[in-house]
């Protein structure tokens, strides 16, 4: 049988659960169903919040399906800042899953379902299970305040919790509560982080692996988000007509971005060296996805052999062949149909760090 090994860790000030195990994707689909388990990218490593009932309730979940190694888990005082919330009541947990279902009937993301659920799996037992029909107003703003805002969740992730209590409470329950009462924070408006040309080359040519070589590269020459570049198939590529279809992206959308000759060429490279059967990129086992972590590693180790001092991320790369496109000449409602970006605003962000006009102007400290 599988083993998961739990270990303490302390994340953003709290302590938390980590479960490690060696990468299997069975294993791994079936740690990403637990209730409670979040990926953390910053950390790499899968976590569930510390209590004191958590042990029991993942060796409950876990039991004849892999076994728990916790020999190296130590109890730790929680703060009394942040107390203990109740476990989730039957009740509630049926209304959670009620939930869930009726977002997957209406084709709803699997992220979209996980965040949603998980949000409103905190209110319930920030609320100790309060029946949803006895919910009030104050109650959200309570929630807000000493729980959102006092554990200093981001705002990305308190405009998640108002979306999944407006949608929840407004279809399922019908009752008239205002979610919006939780005020919508502003979002920082910060600036995507671009690679010169040069230091992208330096990325990209660091691999002497074809199939590293390839997946990075197609990341930045089609502009792909990473669970993009993942998800395709062989035949996703139509190199006779040069073009790479993107299927069922972030908002359910179909995409088609042109493929350079010199992109088919490595291609054609990486695919008479290792043969993939169903997707373009696979693991160690034939027919399964390349995994998250293992893409990861591979931009890590390119960063290391150039040196590059930068915390470059995959998604860096997105974001530089949006700007080169845009210092390039290309039309902004071209670079947002190849980005697949449902708004224009989004892709507008890009004007803000491209520095082919910028560099055309002239400062008046050199007429001084």
């Known amino acids: 049988m599988k083993t998961i090994v739990l270990k303490n860790a302390v994340f953003e000030g709290l302590p938390v659960i980590c479960l490690e195990f060696p990468y299997d994707f069975a294993l791994k689909e079936l740690v990403k169903t637990y209730p409670e388990c979040q990926w953390s990218r910053k950390h790499k490593a899968w976590w569930v919040p510390y209590r004191e009932d958590q042990l029991d309730a993942l060796l409950r979940f876990f039991r004849g399906k892999v076994w728990l190694d916790y020999s190296g888990l130590r109890k730790v005082k929680i703060p009394d800042t942040f107390a203990d919330l109740p476990v989730l009541s039957s009740t509630i947990r049926l209304e959670v899953n ?33 029946e949803p029909a006895a919910v009030t107003n104050d109650d959200l703003e309570l929630f807000n305040r000493d729980f959102i805002i006092r554990k200093k ?13 407006k949608l929840y409470f407004g279809t399922l329950v019908k009752k008239k509560l205002d979610p919006e009462i939780i005020k919508r924070p502003k979002k920082p408006k910060l600036l995507p982080n671009v690679l ?22 197609l990341i930045y020459a089609c502009g792909l988000r990473r669970s993009e ?16 279809i993107i299927r069922q992206s972030k908002g359910r959308k179909d995409r088609v971005v042109p493929l350079s000759e010199k992109v088919v060429d490595l291609l054609r490279q990486y695919y008479r ?12 086992e034939k027919g399964e996805k390349y995994s998250d972590r ?12 150039i040196k590059l001092n930068k915390p470059v991320t995959l998604h860096w790369l997105r974001h530089s062949y949006a700007t080169h496109l845009l210092e390039n000449g290309t039309d902004l409602r071209y670079i947002q149909e190849l980005l697949g970006h ?6 507008e962000k890009y004007t803000h760090v491209s520095t082919h006009s910028l560099q055309q102007i002239k400062s008046p400290f050199d007429d001084l």
């Open 342 to 347: 449902k708004s224009s605003k989004t892709t």
């Open 273 to 284: 060296a290792y043969k993939p059967e169903v997707f373009l990129f696979e693991g160690q």
């Open 98 to 130: 009620k939930f869930g279902d009726w977002m997957r009937n209406r084709r709803y993301a699997d992220s979209t379902v996980k965040t949603y659920t998980e949000a409103m799996t905190l209110f319930f037992r920030f609320m100790e299970n309060k």
């Open 196 to 217: 010169s040309k040069e230091e992208v080359k330096w990325i990209l040519e660091a691999h002497q692996n074809i199939k590293h070589r390839a997946m990075l590269s």
């Open 294 to 305: 293992s893409l990861e590693s591979v931009l890590k180790q390119a960063l290391g052999k």
């Open 153 to 165: 969740y981001s705002v990305s992730y308190q405009s998640q919790v108002i979306n999944a209590l």
């Open 229 to 244: 570049l993942l998800g395709l198939k062989i035949q996703d590529v139509d190199a006779r007509r040069g073009l790479l």
